[in-house]
């Protein structure tokens, strides 16, 4: 579970010697999280059904968009 706040811009990066490590993830935008929400299996099965699924490689920049609803 990796965790990131938007930039001055509102993009996310989410940054390491590496990048994140390699393999699926779900990516999702949400406002207000309370503490220790990314830990509640509840709160992530709700989460996955408005996520988007990307992979990520060894080394391998991604980009990906997302709109959120306000």
């Known amino acids: 579970i990796l965790v990131a706040r938007p930039g001055t811009d509102g993009r996310f990066q989410f940054k390491g010697p590496l990048g994140p490590p390699p393999g699926e993830y779900f990516l999702a935008a949400v406002t207000d999280l309370d ?33 959120t609803g306000r």
Request: hydrophobic share 50%; aromatic share 4%; glycine share 4%.
């Open 35 to 67: 503490a220790d929400a990314e830990h509640d299996p509840d709160f992530l099965k709700a989460l996955v059904s408005a996520a988007v699924r990307i992979s990520v490689a060894l080394g391998e920049r991604t980009v990906q968009d997302l709109k």
